[in-house]
């Protein structure tokens, strides 16, 4: 029988009783879905899916992405972003360090995913955990005076910036991976388009600054809300097992992977993403 765990105080949500390769009601996959947006992250433990099966199971959560262009993606399923230290044929089958500081998946888009489902299938005895923030619980505990005076800002988000920082083992960018890829302009505070709540939408491994304002402003700004939001108070830390799915709402949750003994373990991570919308701007998301 399904049921439904919070897993902290302020994050997530353990479904048990499910296997998600069964056919799951209409009426089961609501409350599921419901508990996804509340508590921004769900937690299911011990499944065996195919990639076709974790491509199906996404799907009921929104539209799956697709990685035409990325050297990482599963044979056959370019739905399937791996995310491992393990070597095929001696080339990494995956990028090791992806993720390692704080951060909301793709930033730097302009419709950047809505969610991301994580599928443990090998891992370290020790490390390689991924810690999550709640970002609505973040932006609903700051000042009042805060969340007046940050309610309307843009920021701008540099994707050029980025590469090196996030990927160490990749080259730095093309030249025409430098005109391709723009500065984005994002809300600091984001509406959640399915419950309207308001979260810190301050996300961290990409360089942004707070358009309009002097950098001698916008830097302590910038470091205060990223602290702010990742006190262990609004943060879950997942130590994974083989069989674990995580699904996080990429629209109220940051993320970090820790690190693990790369050189004598094995962590192997199947990842779907679930397409997003471009984060609605002004006070009420409505612009
Ligand atoms: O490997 C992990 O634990 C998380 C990596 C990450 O940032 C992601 O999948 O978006
Ligand atoms: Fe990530």
Known sequence: MLELVPITETIGTEVR???????????????????????????????????EQHVAFTKRFGEVFTYTRSQFSEN??????????????????GSPYSGRVWHTDGHYLTQPPAGSM???????PTGGDTWYANMFAAYEALPEA???RIDDLK????????????????????????????????????VHEVSGRKALYAGGNVPWRIEGMPEEESAPL?????????????????KWQVGDIVLWDNRSAMHRATPYD??????????????????????????
Do not use: C
């Open 222 to 238: 910038v470091t205060f809300l990223q602290e702010f939001s990742v006190q262990p108070r609004f943060t879950y830390r997942h």
């Open 155 to 190: 920021v701008v988000i540099s994707r050029v910036q980025s590469r090196p920082y996030n990927y160490p083992d990749r080259p730095a960018p093309t030249p025409e991976e430098r005109a391709e890829w723009i500065d984005v302009p994002q809300p600091l505070v984001r």
């Open 76 to 93: 056959d399923h370019p739905e399937i972003l791996i995310l491992s230290n393990i070597t095929r044929d001696g080339k990494p089958i």
């Open 17 to 51: 009783g499910i296997d998600v390769t069964d056919d799951l009601s209409d009426r089961d996959f609501e409350r599921i879905y419901q508990a996804w947006i509340d508590t921004t992250l769900l937690l299911i433990r011990g499944q065996n899916m195919t990639p």
């Open 146 to 148: 805060v969340k007046e």
């Open 118 to 124: 994580l599928y443990a299938r090998e891992v370290p």
């Open 262 to 287: 790369q050189e004598n373990h094995r962590r192997l991570m199947h990842r779907t993403t679930i397409s997003g919308q471009q984060p609605p701007f002004g006070p009420e998301g409505l612009s």
